[in-house]
C-alpha cells in the first residue's frame, strides 16, 4: 500500500461516500454509507468516523500512512476552523466536524464546500488539469460553482464565494430558493430544464414529448427535450435551445468576470456532452467580452461522482 494516503469524504444529503485517495488523485477504494441526516448532527459525525472505519476495513491501509482527511459539505463553512456554518439540506448549523475525527485518527482534517472540491479535482486531475485558473458548474438540482485561482479555492473572505447558481439572468423572474427572483440554476439546473419542458408541453400539445412521458408530466426529467430533440421533434429542439442560451447566459458572465483558462461543465446534463457544449461554446464565442486574447475552453468534467471524493482529499495533499 502506498504512503501518504488521502481519505476524501463527500457529505450528501442522503449518503456519505468516502474515499482512499493516493497524492496523485488516484481513487483507490470507495464506500458509501447513509447519512441518516433526520437524527441530527451527532449522527452525522458519528456517520463520518463510521464511513472512514469502513473504508479502512474495505482498503486494507496503516493509519501510519494516512496524511489527512478532507471533508466536501454541501453548505457554508470557516475552513481554517472546521466549522459547518449553515447546510440547506443537512440539520447541522455551527458544527465542528473536524474534531472526532482528528483525535480518532491522528491527522490534519479539512473541509470545504463540496462543489469548491469538485472543481478542485478538475484542477488537479480531471478536465482543467495543468491549468492555474479554472472554474467548475455542476448542472443538478441547483447549479453549484467552485473557483479556482492560482491552483487554489477562492474562498472570499468569509468562506462563502463561489454560489455561481445566484447569478441573477432574468430580473423578476422565476422564484428562487435563495429568496431572489430569476437566479441563473432556476433556468440552467436540471430542476430549471424540467420547468421549462413541462411549461413548453403545456403551452403545446402537439410536441412528441408527451408522448415519450406516457402523457404524465411528472415523469418529465433532464432527458426528456433532449431525447425528444434526437428522435426529430421541433418542441424538444425549442426546449433545449431555450435551456442552452440560458445556461449561456451565467457561462458568459462568469467567463467575462474571471477568464479561467478551463470552464468545466459536470452534473447529469453534462452527459449529453457535444449535443449541449458545441452549441453553448458558439453562444459564448458570439457574446463574451473579450477579443484578440488567448480564450476560455469549455469542456465537460471527467471526474463524476468522484469529483467530490478526489477534491475532499486534496484539500490535505
Known amino acids: 500500500m502506498k504512503k501518504n494516503l488521502l481519505i476524501g469524504i463527500d457529505l450528501g444529503g442522503t449518503n456519505i461516500a468516502a474515499g482512499l485517495v493516493s497524492e496523485s488523485g488516484e481513487v ?3 464506500v458509501s454509507i447513509p447519512t441518516s441526516s433526520e437524527r441530527g448532527s451527532e449522527s452525522i459525525i458519528e456517520g463520518l468516523s463510521e464511513a472512514c472505519e469502513v473504508l479502512q476495513k474495505e482498503a486494507g491501509f496503516d493509519r501510519a500512512d494516512l496524511k489527512a482527511i478532507g471533508i466536501g459539505v454541501p453548505g457554508m463553512m470557516d475552513p481554517d476552523t472546521g466549522i459547518v456554518i449553515f447546510c440547506p439540506n443537512i440539520p447541522i448549523e455551527n458544527v465542528d ?11 490534519p482534517v479539512f473541509v470545504n464546500n463540496d462543489a469548491n472540491c469538485a472543481a478542485l479535482a478538475e484542477a ?9 485558473n479554472a472554474i467548475c458548474i455542476t448542472l443538478g438540482t441547483g447549479v453549484g460553482g467552485g473557483i479556482i485561482i492560482d491552483n487554489k479555492i ?3 473572505f468569509n468562506g462563502a464565494a463561489g454560489e455561481v447558481g445566484h447569478l441573477l439572468v432574468q430580473l423578476d423572474g422565476r422564484q428562487c430558493g435563495c429568496g431572489r427572483k430569476g437566479c441563473w440554476e432556476t433556468y440552467a439546473s436540471a430542476t430549471g430544464l424540467i420547468k421549462t419542458t413541462r411549461e413548453y408541453m403545456q403551452e403545446h400539445p402537439e410536441t412528441a414529448m408527451w408522448e415519450l412521458v406516457g402523457n404524465d408530466l411528472e415523469k418529465v426529467s433532464g432527458r426528456t427535450a433532449f431525447d425528444a430533440m434526437r428522435k426529430g421533434d421541433e418542441g424538444g429542439k425549442a426546449v433545449v435551445d431555450i435551456y442552452i442560451k440560458h445556461l449561456a447566459a451565467g457561462v458568459i458572465d462568469l467567463i467575462n468576470i474571471f477568464q479561467p483558462e478551463v470552464l468545466c461543465v459536470g452534473g447529469g446534463i453534462s ?5 449541449l457544449l458545441n452549441p453553448l461554446q458558439k453562444l459564448v464565442d458570439e457574446a463574451r467580452y473579450t477579443r484578440g486574447v488567448p480564450q476560455t475552453t469549455i469542456k465537460r468534467a471527467l471526474l463524476g461522482n468522484d469529483a467530490g471524493i478526489v477534491g475532499a482529499a486534496m484539500l490535505g495533499a
Not at 466536524?97 to 491522528?106: F, I, M, S, V
Not at 452527459?271 to 449535443?275: A, I, L, M, Q, S
Open 154 to 156: 477562492y474562498s472570499g
Open 97 to 107: 466536524l473536524t474534531a472526532r475525527l482528528k483525535e480518532q485518527w491522528g491527522v
Open 271 to 275: 452527459n449529453e456532452g457535444d449535443t
Open 124 to 132: 488537479h486531475v480531471g478536465s482543467a488539469k495543468d491549468t492555474s
Open 28 to 30: 483507490l477504494g470507495k
